[in-house]
């Protein structure tokens, strides 16, 4: 799945799981520095910027039209509520995200990671690897973390806090 496609289907997840109070683009926010992302207002007020990359399809070239795969759909998951305490948690919105991903029956995905999840973290802490079945994979990273009723200028990529 191509980026752009992929934006408009988290976007829409997002908004159809009800805990947040708004998703709008990257673009949409004044983010230019990212060409996909979502910025997610949740209802606590606290806001997640994330930036959206992928991997093309063997053999995929961009100049033509997408090729859609499918195979079976995965296995729904348990989906975390974002929250904890009060605060979002980055831990539970990249398995709510994952869980989202892996529960909308959408056929072209083959699997999706939580970033929090794994054994050994990487240098991005927060975020979703999702394969695909026609071998793409789109990475959604955890780019900012802000409390309520701060903006998104200032403050470096990728260092994100546990909590807002």
Known sequence: MRPARFEQFLKSLLEQAGVAKEVQTAREVGDDRHPYGLAVTYSTGARVLLQIVATSAEGDKFDQTEQ?????????????????????????????????????????????????????????????????????????????????????????????????
């Open 68 to 164: 859609i795969i499918e195979g079976d759909a995965p296995a729904p998951v348990e989906a975390p509520e974002p929250f904890d305490g009060g605060q979002v948690r980055l831990e539970l919105v990249d398995q709510h995200i994952a869980a989202l991903v892996l529960n909308s029956g959408n056929r072209e995905v083959a699997s999706a990671e939580a970033f929090s999840t794994r054994e050994a973290p990487g240098a991005v802490h927060y975020g979703v690897k999702i394969i695909y079945h026609d071998t793409s994979r789109v990475y959604v990273y955890v780019v900012k973390a802000l409390p309520a009723g701060r903006d998104w200028s200032g403050g470096a990529d990728f260092d994100v806090p546990a909590a807002v």
